[in-house]
C-alpha cells in the first residue's frame, strides 16, 4: 500500500495528498468494479442453465424387483 508520507515527500504538501487521494479512489473504484462484473458473470451463468422440464424423481431406496 502506498504511504501518504511518500507523495508528500515526492510531490510537496499540497499536490501530495490530492494524488494519494485519487490514487486511492481509483484504486477502490476498480475493486468495486470487478466484484460487481463477478457477480453479474455468477447470475448470467445460472440463468444459461435451464432447469429439466421433467427431472428425474428421487429415489429413496435401492429398488428391487422380486
Do not use: C, N
Not at 511518500?6 to 490514487?23: D, I
Amino acid at each position: 500500500m502506498r504511504k501518504l508520507e511518500s507523495y508528500v515527500a515526492r510531490y510537496g504538501p499540497e499536490a501530495g495528498p490530492k494524488l494519494y487521494q485519487v490514487l486511492q479512489s481509483q484504486a477502490a473504484h476498480a475493486g468495486v468494479s470487478a466484484r460487481l462484473r463477478r457477480k453479474i458473470a455468477a447470475l448470467a451463468e445460472q440463468r444459461s442453465r435451464p432447469l429439466p422440464l421433467f427431472p428425474e424423481p428421487a429415489m429413496s431406496g435401492p429398488v428391487t424387483s422380486e
